[in-house]
């Protein structure tokens, strides 16, 4: 038997935290917008001289979840500001320092850090300033007395933007800190516009509280061994982190792929058991929706009954009974149709950790994998 998502937290047991912040996420939205409104004047100041480069290169960057922030924002800041944006791992900067920031031109570092504390946030920044001529910082963290952001946050050159205290989750897997960094950020570049957090916020909480979500629920009581997601584009790297998401919530109980909708076919189709789970996420590009329904078909045909769901914004071309449709988010770019979406994958990680009797809050109560990571040496740079 199934629990809702928000009981009284008695009813789950080592969930209180989790349950809680996948909970709160609509309203922490509409907070973040009014910050970001609030915080225009001075933000403006800080970004708009950098942005007047035409040769400015804005840089995404975080470790985990963090990471995939930066992957499902780079295109649409691309688009937005006209300017050359990549969406760099902090574990791939300070791993292959030269690799990823070999080109001496003038960068904004855009920072995603949940805590602020993982020994890759603050070296990513100090790699950043050694290597690079002109290099400014735009720290985005939930954390205000993190590593990363006492670091920066009276640093010429530095503007930190703090999320709400609740965003600070303190559940084991990021998922309040995560959209609030997304929609900061969104916010920030004028991706969104002011208030353009109430559909999305709507949307979640359909998710959060509706009769979607329990729809979400009853797809991950078929206890599955696996789950692939798919998707394209920026809803790609948000295949990624819903991957993630399982995996970590369920202490590695379930294994979790994600792909892209047509790579899917070169060799990871492999993969799938009648035991296996599948979800896509359904782009509103009406040409990149093509290629996800193609997959979407295919699958259905390979997988028994209920074990494929779309997630989408859009109802054409989609099955009612497969599909979880995201209210009011039809006209969302899939940057912004990530943020209601991820909930659906919130969601479905943390029943599939209930139901497997895991506590989500703390998955692995051995220590093996930690919330903010340990055992990172950083070494010093070469010449």
């Not at 009853?218 to 920026?234: E, I, Q």
Request: charged share 20%.
């Amino acid at each position: 038997m199934t629990a809702p998502l928000s009981p009284a937290p008695s009813a789950a047991p080592g969930a209180e935290h989790t349950l809680r912040e996948i909970a709160q996420q609509p309203e922490l939205w509409r907070r973040v917008d009014r910050a970001v409104a609030e915080a225009r004047p001075r933000l403006g100041a800080f970004l708009g001289p950098l942005l007047a480069d035409p040769r400015l290169r804005i840089v995404l960057t975080g470790a985990g979840t963090s990471a995939y922030a930066g992957e499902i924002l780079r295109a649409a800041l691309a688009g937005r500001t006209g300017r050359r944006v990549d969406a760099i791992a902090t574990t791939d900067i300070v791993a292959d320092p030269y690799g990823c920031l070999g080109e001496d031109l003038p960068t904004l570092l855009v920072s995603f850090a949940r805590s602020g504390d993982s020994p890759e946030s603050t070296a990513a920044t100090e790699i950043a300033d050694a290597l690079l001529g002109r290099c400014a910082h735009l720290v985005v963290t939930c954390n205000a007395e993190g590593d990363l952001a006492r670091a920066h946050r009276d640093r010429d050159g530095s503007h930190v933007l703090l999320m709400p205290p609740a965003a600070d989750d303190r559940g084991f897997a990021m998922t309040s800190s995560l959209t609030c960094m997304l929609l900061t950020v969104s916010l920030a570049f004028g991706h969104l516009p002011a208030g353009g957090a109430e559909p999305l916020a709507a949307a979640a909480r359909a998710v959060a509280e509706g009769e979607l979500g329990e729809r979400v629920d009853a797809f991950a009581a078929h206890a599955a061994d696996r789950v692939v997601y798919l998707g394209s584009g920026a809803l790609k790297a948000l295949a990624g982190e819903s991957a993630l998401k399982l995996l970590e919530l369920t202490g590695g109980a379930v294994a979790a792929w994600a792909d892209s909708s047509l790579g899917f076919r070169h060799g990871p189709k492999a993969l799938l058991t009648d035991r296996t789970a599948l979800v896509v996420y359904v782009s509103n590009d009406p040409y990149t929706r093509r290629y996800d329904l193609d997959i979407l078909t295919e699958m259905r045909a390979a997988l028994p009954p209920g074990r494929v769901a779309a997630v989408a914004g859009r109802a054409d071309g989609l099955p009612a009974e497969d599909t979880w449709l995201l209210p009011g988010a039809e006209d969302a770019d899939d940057a912004a149709l990530a943020l209601p979406a991820v909930v659906c994958a919130q969601r479905l990680a943390l029943r599939a950790s209930l139901d497997r009797g895991i506590r989500p809050d703390n998955p692995f109560p051995d220590g093996e994998v930690n919330r903010v990571v340990q055992g990172v040496t950083v070494h010093p740079l070469l010449p």
